[in-house]
């Protein structure tokens, strides 16, 4: 029983004489100034690397959120729609409709109709999104917390009213003085030919009410109008282009949208918000994915000042390894106290750098210190930030298997060199 306590106790130093001799090389005075300006270097270059690893992350999550917030005031929760093949419009089953607002999932929805049509507003015209929408559209988006100018009413009286995205206002050169009228022309859908071009289109006047500003894309093409309108300008008494849902807040999205699925069935198409704005998103993930692998490249050169600060202290503690070596420590042992010190600088540096990515990424978000340049252009006054804990664990999983890579060989090929 001793001698198995006694030999437990062996295999407990040797597990943390690595740890010791390393923790004493590192921190210890050494004869050369170079080892110690080099190892600090090593610190610091794997600190920077890791910050910036962490600043450019939480940029990009943080301009992956505000697109998503932007979107989230135009685009639904769910949003269905008949495939292509089957044409643009349909007309929504009374039954299926009662089943989606009895599903509990279901805050609300609302039936839209989309359509090009061309638009004149005194002497300049343009062609646009019409887009016909119900009153229960600006609870399924919020739409109406993006009006810019004037209000967001689609009816005053029993009159109708348009809101114009800010973009397309401006194309326009649209006031609302109530005095000009939008002048809206869509091509009628009828088999007869008529040699007069003025039959073969349907046309409406209504005047502007709001002005409204999400995104460029949107501002610049769509004007609402309400759906009652837009069907008699297309002459589509009851049909939709979609059903844009709302769901209930905490509502997993995966789960509602199945449900929704199964009750409109095969024939319609049920997008939630990441897939109606796919591309976009694709887009932002790529570029994120882009920036740490070119931030993990620059990392990598850092690293290669560990080895640097390594292979000058093995040169320094030579007579040490012979010591070592001549008191019964393997190549092995010797090999896992430098790699062990490697550690100790590429951890203490990327400890270092989360810890002041953090700290100025929280400043950021709190106080908004870096300013967007020409902010009142935009709609943010400064970098929009958001952090991550999943970022932090992939950054620190980076650094390590970087630093892996920068400090194991080089260590056992300058052991094999200098030990007999």
């Known amino acids: 029983m001793k001698i198995h306590t006694f030999v437990h ?3 407990i130093f040797l597990m943390n004489f690595p740890i010791l001799v390393a923790r004493r090389y590192l921190f210890a005075k050494k004869s050369h100034n170079a080892v110690n300006v080099i190892s600090a270097v090593s610190v610091l270059g794997v600190a920077v690397g890791t910050l910036a690893l962490v600043i ?15 979107y989230n005031t135009f685009d639904p929760d769910l949003k269905i729609t008949v495939p292509v093949s089957a044409g ?21 929805f609302s039936q839209t109709l989309e359509e090009n049509v061309l638009v004149r507003y005194g002497e300049q015209q343009e062609i646009a999104v019409l887009k016909g929408v119900d009153d229960q559209y600006k609870f399924v988006t919020g739409i109406d917390t993006t009006v810019q100018e004037g209000q967001f009413n689609l009816w ?22 109530f005095l000009t009228p939008l002048h809206f022309y869509a091509i009628r859908n009828t088999s007869t030919i ?7 289109l349907s046309q409406k006047l209504i005047f502007p009410s709001g002005k409204f500003a999400i995104d460029m894309e949107i501002d610049s093409k769509y004007i609402l109008v309400p759906i009652e309108f837009a069907r008699s300008l297309l002459e589509n008494d009851s049909g939709a282009s ?6 209930k807040p905490g509502v997993n999205v995966e789960k509602a949208q199945k449900r929704v699925t199964a009750i409109f069935g095969e024939g319609f198409d049920v997008k939630n918000t990441y897939q109606q704005k796919e591309f976009a998103y694709k ?11 070119i931030l993990s490249f620059v990392l990598l050169i850092a690293s290669f000042n560990v080895v640097g600060s390594i292979s000058m202290l093995m040169i320094e503690k030579k007579s040490d390894m012979f010591i070592l070596q001549s008191m019964g420590t393997d190549k092995q042992l010797l090999s896992r106290i430098f790699i062990t010190q490697g550690w100790m600088i590429v951890l203490a540096g990327a400890f270092a750098g989360l810890l002041l990515g953090a700290l100025l990424c929280w400043l950021q978000i709190t106080f908004g210190f870096f300013k967007v340049t020409n902010a009142g252009a935009y709609i943010i006054d400064s970098y929009p930030v958001a952090m991550r804990w999943r970022d932090f664990v992939m950054i620190l999983f980076a650094v390590v298997g970087v630093s892996f890579l920068t400090i194991y060989f080089p260590v056992k090929y300058f052991v094999k060199k200098y030990v007999i």
């Open 88 to 108: 643009k419009t349909f007309i929504a089953d009374p039954e299926k409709l009662k089943q989606l607002k009895a599903n509990p999932d279901v805050l609300t």
């Open 283 to 293: 887009i932002l993930k790529s570029e994120k994915f882009m920036g740490f692998m």
């Open 9 to 11: 106790l062996i295999r």
């Open 242 to 247: 979609a059903i844009e849902v709302k769901l």
């Open 156 to 177: 005053v009286n029993d009159t109708p009213q348009a809101i114009v995205g800010l973009g397309m206002s401006y194309k326009l050169r649209v006031g609302l003085n």
């Open 56 to 70: 450019v992350m939480s940029v990009f999550n943080g301009f992956e959120d505000l697109t998503r917030k932007l």
């Open 194 to 200: 008529s040699l007069d071009p003025t039959k073969a």
